[in-house]
């Protein structure tokens, strides 16, 4: 078992080093040593193939219309109904998503899993599929943030989209936890305490940019850093915190066990964060005005504590005269609050399939 960590490590890191080709076309290809590479969570989406994460063995199944592939990282063997078969390439993990190479998308997952007419996707269409969401407002009290020319103040913006953001999940039967209400100063480690007692399925952090070049403007998203080590804090975590698993009688006192359960569930979040910054970059392009500057990975300490996806968001900057500007109107404030709403909807719908058990 220790082996199989230390391969899957040790294969993270060579991965890092390569190149991304990302292929402009709805499925975004990834050269790995020279093969091409799917995600394989986008490829299940667009088939509508079930995807299950067997946490004991490690094992990734994917069913439909009683067909099955079984497959893990960093192995080449894998089971068509149960028959084994190797690939020319391991399945692999690239940016904390599981890839697979093109000979097993050609030769046996579009085979084995025919195409299906896919409903066309619209913003603004189904349910929410959240239960709870932690909006925390940046900064507060005695801790003001970036400051604007014309003064306005980053903590004041932070809140009220906070609010407008949490009123707007309520009225969509979300429920919402504020690290913040009022004008007042929460410590990191407070916020992060907060987020971890509520059992909330996302984190949503929420401040505005500012840049000694007041030229810059624009909407950005950040989620948790890759190179901060997940396996490091995978195991740091299984020390100091007790296991929440229903069924994991067999967990009880094996450490190894533990942190190979807690690499999951951060290796998930982390495939869930990218995948929600994305999304709630692809909105605010279509809603504001605004430059979309992307999403990209970053070591802020709010966001490495948390255990669920979570994102940081800098919806604007108040350095920026324009930006300042608009910022300051509640009717701006509210355009992005939507927005906000809008991508969290779109993930909630496209989220990951794989399920870790006792998530
Ligand atoms: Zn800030």
């Not at 299940?44 to 193939?49: E, F, G, P």
């Amino acid at each position: 078992m220790k082996n199989r960590i230390i391969f899957l490590i040790i294969s993270i890191f060579l991965i890092s080093g390569c190149v991304t080709i990302p292929s402009g076309e709805d499925l975004p290809t990834y050269t790995i040593g020279g093969v091409t590479y799917y995600s394989l969570i986008k490829l299940c989406d667009l088939r509508n193939v079930q995807m299950q994460y067997d946490t004991l063995l490690q094992t990734i199944n994917l069913n439909k219309d009683s067909q099955s592939l079984s497959l893990r990282a960093g192995d080449a063997l894998i089971l068509i109904n149960g028959n084994p078969r190797n690939l020319t390439s391991p399945v692999d993990i690239y940016q904390g998503t599981i890839v697979v190479p093109q000979q097993f998308k050609d030769q046996i997952f579009d085979l084995l899993f025919k195409k299906t007419v896919a409903f066309p996707h619209r913003a603004g269409a189904g349910k929410i599929k959240l239960q709870k969401v932690v909006i925390d407002a940046g900064h507060g009290g005695n801790d003001p943030g970036a400051i604007g020319k014309n003064d306005l103040r980053e903590k004041d913006v932070n809140l009220d989209v906070a609010k407008k953001l949490s009123a707007l999940l309520r009225a969509e039967g979300v429920q919402t936890v504020l690290t913040r209400a009022t004008d007042n100063f929460i410590p990191l480690s407070t916020r992060v305490s907060i987020a971890n007692k509520s059992g909330a399925d996302l984190f949503i952090s929420i401040h505005s940019n500012a840049n000694r070049s007041r030229s810059l403007s624009g909407f950005e998203v950040y989620y948790v850093a890759p190179t901060v080590s997940d396996s490091k804090r995978a195991a740091f975590t299984a020390k100091s915190a007790t296991l929440n698993l229903r069924d994991a009688s067999f967990f009880s006192n094996a450490q190894d066990l533990r942190a190979i359960v807690w690499d999951m569930i951060y290796t998930n979040s982390r495939a869930e964060a990218i995948e929600l910054s994305q999304a709630l970059c692809k909105v605010m392009d279509a809603s504001i005005d605004a430059e979309i500057l992307g999403s990209k990975s970053a070591r802020f300490q709010v966001l490495k504590g948390v255990r669920m996806p979570g994102v940081l968001i800098e919806i604007g900057f108040v350095s920026n005269l324009n930006e300042e500007r608009l910022l300051k109107t509640g009717a701006y404030r509210e355009k992005i609050a939507e927005g906000i709403l809008e991508g969290i909807r779109d993930y909630s719908q496209d989220m990951a399939l794989v399920e870790v058990a006792g998530r």
